[in-house]
């Protein structure tokens, strides 16, 4: 089995490693072709994840190359992590929209149309090359923002699913709140990427005790503090929404935190300098503790677990990942990209039957898949009009002088990615 990861130079890469050799049963990986422009960060990050693999005896071959074309080629699943323009574009994500007052973040609001703006026609590109090599190959996407992403790849007739880390997250942190086995917990997961909301915890399966209530009632306050939202808000819901709601939920007040701390852009790049420092140690053979506070936790097992079932190779009977609507929520387009529950085998990903979510979360997804329309198309079609409309429809923007001043900031500080522009 040969696997590719485009975005191979990334820092997150050592996480990834590490799943992949841990849980080498469900893939066994023959190649892992590490796939970045980055030629030095490629030879850390590879140095290092092929002392990983000696060191819990992982047979595997691990390969680094720039060249796209040749990383790809035979792959039977290719992972994409990419970060258009790296954390100095990050860094701008985070810091423009808030001289309008609106929430700066990566993969939301303007930062995240930007983000995105940046990433389609990137991922679009590598993923025609995958076609041409090896038209049979999963393409798995991490690269944020995931649902358009996925939206963009699917629509372009390819072989895609959506995977992000926000749902496993929950189901490894409710495990230990309950003291069960992860895999005895089941997530009624519902919503669009980084918009979600648990809306039941099941011991069991689909059809098992929802013990959400009794999660609530004696955990309730480790919930809260760990989404960063006052507990209020989440006995009022019911519900256990993601962390990325607070933007929503409490704008504002998250626009005068972010007003007064350093980004977390700049902690991310920091971060990163020393976690690159230490990938070229060479009697480093493990991912590094200072990595868990990089992001992504448990996105290693959760790639593991969408690949081995679309590869055939087993896997978990339900994932949540992000794939066609087809009907799932019927006030949206079939061609919406969801977050779900789903089963998942070598055809790809099926989502279970969702129960009518309540129009307080159906509205909310309802708006921003119409933004996710308008961002998906300025993203392939370029232009100004069509980056103000995107704005404009955002719930996180959502005024006239907001979103022109947005657009005009927008289109200034990523000239550079915008063929049009």
Same mark, same amino acid.
């Given at each position: 089995m040969k696997l590719a990861v485009v975005g191979g130079g990334s820092t997150y890469t050592p996480e990834l490693i590490d799943g992949f050799a841990r849980l080498r049963d469900s893939l066994p990986i023959e190649?892992?072709?590490?796939?970045?422009?980055?030629?030095?960060?490629?030879?850390?990050?590879?140095?290092?994840?092929?002392?990983?693999?000696?060191?819990?005896?992982?047979?595997?071959?691990?390969?680094?190359?720039?060249d796209v074309d040749a990383g790809v080629a035979d792959a039977d699943a290719v992972l994409l992590q990419l970060r258009v323009g790296g954390q100095a574009a990050r860094q701008q994500d985070e810091t423009w929209p808030l001289e309008c007052g609106c929430v700066g973040q990566e993969t939301t609001g303007a930062g995240g149309l930007a983000k995105a703006l940046r990433t389609v026609p990137v991922v679009l590109d590598i993923a025609e090359r995958v076609r041409?090599?090896?038209?049979?190959?999963?393409?798995?996407?991490?690269?944020?923002?995931?649902?358009?992403?996925?939206?963009?790849?699917?629509?372009?007739g390819h072989k895609a699913v959506g995977l992000c880390n926000v749902a496993i997250g929950f189901q490894r942190k409710f495990a230990k709140l309950l003291d069960v086995a992860p895999g005895e917990v089941h997530l009624d997961h519902v919503g669009l990427n980084h918009l979600t909301w648990e809306t039941g915890v099941r011991l069991g399966g689909p059809g098992g005790t929802d013990v959400l209530p009794r999660l609530l009632a004696e955990h309730g306050d480790a919930v809260a503090a760990d989404l960063r939202m006052p507990r209020e808000i989440v006995?009022?819901?019911?519900?256990?929404?993601?962390?990325?709601?607070r933007y929503f939920y409490q704008h504002d007040a998250v626009v005068e935190e972010l007003r007064t701390k350093p980004s977390r852009a700049a902690e991310v790049?920091?971060?990163?300098?020393?976690?690159?420092r230490m990938y070229g140690d060479p009697a480093l053979d493990e991912k590094p503790e200072l990595l868990a506070k990089r992001g992504g936790a448990f996105y290693s097992e959760a790639a593991v677990d969408l690949a081995a079932s679309l590869l055939g190779n087993g896997g978990s009977p339900y994932q949540v990942v992000n794939t066609r609507n087809n009907g799932t929520l019927p006030f949206l387009p079939d061609d919406a990209v969801i977050e779900v529950q789903a089963t998942v *085998? =070598?055809?790809?990903?099926?989502? %279970? #039957?969702? /129960?009518?979510?309540?129009?307080?979360?159906?509205?909310?997804?309802?708006?921003?898949?119409?933004?996710?329309?308008?961002?998906?198309?300025?993203?392939?079609?370029?232009?100004? *009009? =069509?980056?103000?409309?995107?704005? %404009? #429809?955002? /719930?996180l923007v959502g005024q006239y002088t907001y979103a022109e001043r947005l657009t005009d900031s927008l289109v200034a500080h990523n000239r550079e990615h915008l063929a049009w522009a």
């Open positions: 190649e892992l072709v590490l796939v970045d422009p980055a030629a030095d960060r490629l030879d850390l990050v590879g140095g290092l994840a092929r002392r990983i693999f000696a060191k819990q005896g992982h047979p595997g071959r691990i390969v680094t190359t720039s041409r090599t090896n038209p049979d190959a999963w393409i798995i996407d991490f690269t944020n923002p995931v649902g358009i992403v996925t939206r963009a790849l699917l629509q372009a006995d009022r819901l019911g519900v256990v929404p993601s962390y990325y709601l790049a920091a971060m990163e300098q020393e976690l690159l *085998d =070598r055809k790809g990903a099926q989502p %279970l #039957a969702v /129960p009518k979510p309540d129009p307080l979360y159906a509205g909310l997804i309802a708006h921003v898949t119409g933004y996710e329309d308008l961002a998906l198309d300025a993203a392939l079609r370029g232009g100004r *009009d =069509r980056v103000f409309k995107a704005l %404009l #429809a955002h /719930p």
